[in-house]
């Protein structure tokens, strides 16, 4: 199979879906300097709002999710679990083996991504919120063709905002429960010693 390199000096890093979870990595990720934001682009839904909240960090907010596609080579899937499938399903057309996607979503596995995208150049990670100010703890899973570098890169890329693990996809969910507890206890802690 080809390769085709995604070039780590200038590649532009996309977000389908301008929420929450998405503002977090590209606040985390800016204020790191891996990546500057003016390389980040997303587009927002319904909520217009949303526009300022990325457009005042200094990201390209485009006109949808097609031309986030076109104009990224990184492209992460940043909407609610439920949505992931439309927008596989939308963006599909417009996909060929230079684009590496990424999803955040949690609970849906790389199986179904694949599946929905016809793409297996794919990397899921699961972060938790506090990757703005660099605490994140992130795991991640390669997909079928998805490439060391493909790792690397986004390992770096998440690595900018906290820990990252690689993990085998299956203990995602035992994962993401220890954090939990861990985040609880800690809570419990803070909330009785006050
Ligand atoms: N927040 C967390 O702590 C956390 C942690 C780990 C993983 N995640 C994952 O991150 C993902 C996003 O979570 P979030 O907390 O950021 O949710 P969120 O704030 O609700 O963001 C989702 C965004 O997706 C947009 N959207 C909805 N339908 C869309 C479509 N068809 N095309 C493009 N954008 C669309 C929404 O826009 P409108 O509101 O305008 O419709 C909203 O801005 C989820 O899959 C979640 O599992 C979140």
Redesign the pocket.
């Given at each position: 199979m080809d390769a085709f390199p995604i070039p780590a000096e200038s590649f532009i890093l996309g977000f389908?879906?301008?929420?929450?979870?998405?503002?977090?990595i590209v606040k985390g990720v800016a204020k790191s300097g891996v990546l500057p934001p003016d390389r980040i682009c997303t587009?927002?839904?319904?909520?217009l709002k949303?526009r300022d909240a990325f457009e005042s960090i200094g990201v390209k907010v485009l006109s949808d999710?097609n031309a986030v596609v076109e104009y990224s080579d990184v492209v992460v899937?940043?909407?609610?679990?439920q949505?992931?499938k439309?927008?596989a399903m939308?963006i599909r057309p417009l996909l060929s083996r230079k684009k590496l996607l990424v999803s955040?979503?949690?609970?849906?596995k790389l199986k179904d991504l694949q599946e929905w995208t016809g793409h297996s150049r794919f990397i899921r990670v699961?972060?938790?919120?506090p990757s703005a100010v660099g605490e994140a703890a992130t795991v991640m899973s390669l997909g079928g063709t998805a490439t060391e570098e493909d790792g690397e890169l986004i390992g770096k890329l998440f690595g900018s905002v906290g820990k990252i693990w690689r993990a085998d996809e299956k203990l995602f969910d035992a994962i993401t429960g220890l954090r939990y507890v861990a985040s609880w206890q800690r809570s419990s802690i803070y909330i009785f010693s006050n």
């Open positions: 389908i879906g301008a929420g929450k979870m998405a503002e977090s587009a927002v839904h319904s909520n949303r999710n899937f940043s909407v609610k679990p949505v992931v439309d927008v939308q955040v979503a949690a609970g849906v699961m972060p938790n919120t």
